[in-house]
C-alpha cells in the first residue's frame, strides 16, 4: 500500500497505469467521504487509461491517517501539494469533485505553481448565497435514511414523489451502495475523520480569493444538482477569469448520467493551449 508521509499525516495513494507513459499528469481529488476501497472509482475509468493518474484518500479518510482534528481547507490543499511533490511531480492537471473541486480551489490559490489546468465539477465557492448544500445540517442521519434524503439533494429529479413511485428503483440503488462498502470497516476513527471533513467544509469560502486562481480552469455541472446548484459554479465561472462553464443532464453524479461529461473533460486537459 503507497504511503505519502507529509508532515503529520501518512496518506494512501494510487498512481495508474495509463497505456501512454508519457501522458500528461492530473491529480484527482474526492468528495466527501472519498474512499478508493470504494469500487468502481475513477481508477477504473478512462482518466485512467489516458492520463498519469494519482488519487488519494484525503485526511481522515478511507486508508490515510486520522490526526486528531480539528481539519481546516488550508490543510486539505497542503496534503494534496505535499503529495504531488512526494511522488516527485512539481504540478500537474488538477481534478476535483464537490469536496474535492473545494479542495482544488484552495490548492490552486495557495499553491499556484502546482497547477496548470483545473477541472471544477459539482462544486462552489462558499460565501454568501454560493455555498453547496449544508451537510453539517444532515450529519445525523443514518442509513437508508440518510440515502434516500441524500437521493433527493443530489439529483432534484429524484425527490421523496419520485422515490414513493419508483421504490424497486430505490431498493436497488440502495443495494448498490450498501454492497460497495459491505466490506470497508467502520471504526470511532473512521467516524470521527468522517465527521472532521465535514465540519472543515462548513468553513470553505474562496469567494474573494477566486480571482487569484490563474489556471485554466473547466467548471462543470448538472442542471438538476440540489448540492451544488447551478448558480453556484455560475459564480465560480465569474470569480476565475480564464474559466469555462458547461452544463449536462444530470445532477450530483452528471459524470456518470450524462456521458458527454468526462469525454469534455478529457478534451479540456489535453487540449495545447
Given at each position: ?156 429529479r429524484s425527490g421523496s414523489d419520485w422515490q414513493k413511485d ?108
Amino acid at each position: 500500500m503507497p504511503l505519502a508521509v507529509t508532515g503529520d499525516l501518512q496518506i494512501h495513494y494510487e498512481l495508474s497505469a495509463p497505456d501512454n507513459p508519457s501522458a500528461p499528469r492530473l491529480l484527482f481529488i474526492n468528495g466527501t467521504g472519498g474512499d478508493l476501497r470504494v469500487k468502481p472509482n475513477v481508477l477504473d475509468g478512462p482518466l485512467a487509461r489516458n492520463f498519469n493518474l494519482l488519487a488519494y484518500d484525503q485526511r481522515g479518510l478511507g486508508q490515510t491517517e486520522v490526526p486528531e482534528g480539528p481539519y481546516t481547507m488550508a490543510e486539505y490543499a497542503d496534503d494534496a501539494a505535499a503529495l504531488l511533490g512526494h511522488v516527485g511531480w512539481d504540478a500537474a492537471h488538477v481534478y476535483g469533485v464537490s469536496f474535492g473541486g473545494m479542495v482544488a480551489q484552495h490548492l490552486a490559490i495557495r499553491h499556484p505553481e502546482r497547477v496548470e489546468k483545473l477541472v471544477l465539477a459539482c462544486t462552489s465557492c462558499g460565501g454568501e448565497g454560493k455555498a453547496s448544500y449544508p451537510l453539517h445540517d444532515i450529519h445525523h442521519l443514518e442509513g437508508r435514511q440518510r440515502f434516500e434524503f441524500m437521493m433527493g439533494i443530489s439529483d432534484t429529479r429524484s425527490g421523496s414523489d419520485w422515490q414513493k413511485d419508483n421504490p424497486a428503483r430505490v431498493d436497488k440503488m440502495w443495494e448498490f451502495v450498501v454492497d460497495q462498502r459491505k466490506d470497508i470497516p467502520v471504526t470511532q476513527a473512521s467516524t470521527r475523520g468522517a465527521f472532521l471533513q465535514i465540519e472543515a467544509r462548513k468553513d470553505h469560502d474562496t469567494s474573494e480569493s477566486l480571482g487569484e486562481i490563474r489556471s485554466p480552469t473547466f467548471i462543470c455541472g448538472g442542471k438538476y444538482d440540489g448540492l451544488a446548484p447551478p448558480s453556484n459554479l455560475e459564480g465560480l465561472h465569474a470569480g476565475i477569469s480564464d474559466s469555462t462553464l458547461k452544463f449536462y443532464e444530470g445532477g450530483h453524479l452528471f459524470m456518470i448520467q450524462d456521458k458527454d461529461a468526462i469525454v469534455d473533460v478529457q478534451a479540456f486537459l489535453a487540449k495545447s493551449e
